[in-house]
């Protein structure tokens, strides 16, 4: 769907917020078929593939992917640097073990983030399929059938891409000669984690 901009010749409301886009302003637009412009403004930026289709189900799916990118851009920009308070000694170990502990509790989020999606996109490709199967009952074997069963099916796939994603596994203290070879390790396993996760996330097509 293309996305407009144009600039405002009087005072519209804003469908992002309670602000309204004053005239001379910048704003975005777009315009499902039947439907009146959805106007809101530029600083919203543009909109996310849940909020630009008409289908349910496609709501839904679009959503649970949405959820995974946020979780991730969440966990990144918390950013796995080690605290050292000011002015205080403290052991090595225990400097990597505050780390270690951060980046499990960021992969226990991501695991639950995971398994959220995963259980929101088996609902939608049980009503792909349950919808298949009410339309052939009556239709035969149609190409909206056929399509609706295929979407199911790379849905499906799409959840085992997802549930490849080992988030159990987690760095060691031990790994590492001394604490910056130690945090450099640790650093580059949940790097490797978000890594995959996001080539999993990158695999639904719909």
């Known amino acids: 769907m293309r996305i407009h901009k144009a600039k405002a ?23 499902h078929r039947y439907r009146p412009k959805v106007k809101f403004h530029t600083k919203h930026g543009y909109p996310r593939p849940s909020e630009l289709t008409t ?8 959503g649970a992917r949405e959820a995974l990118e946020d979780a991730i ?16 000694e403290v052991d090595d170990g225990d400097i990597l073990l505050e780390l270690l502990d951060r980046i499990n509790v960021a992969l ?3 695991g639950a983030a995971v398994d959220e999606a995963v259980e929101t996109a088996g609902s939608v490709a049980d009503g792909y399929e349950e919808s298949a199967d009410n339309v052939e009952e009556y239709f035969g074997e149609t190409e909206q059938v056929s399509n609706m069963r295929d979407n ?8 085992d891409a997802l549930e490849r994603v080992d988030l159990s596994d987690r760095p060691s203290a031990a790994q590492g000669e001394d ?21 999993a996330i990158g695999e639904l097509n719909l």
Do not use: H, M
């Open 9 to 31: 010749r009087k005072q519209y409301p804003c469908r992002k917020c309670s602000d309204p886009i004053e005239a001379g302003q910048e704003y975005l637009w777009y315009k």
């Open 55 to 62: 289908s349910d189900k496609l709501f839904e799916l679009y």
């Open 73 to 88: 851009s969440e966990i990144q920009d918390q950013g796995f640097e080690p605290e050292v308070p000011e002015n205080q």
């Open 108 to 110: 226990d989020d991501l």
């Open 152 to 159: 199911a099916d790379q849905i499906r796939e799409w959840i």
């Open 179 to 199: 604490l910056e070879t130690s945090i450099s390790v640790a650093q580059e396993f949940v790097e490797t984690k978000i890594e995959e996760l996001e080539g």
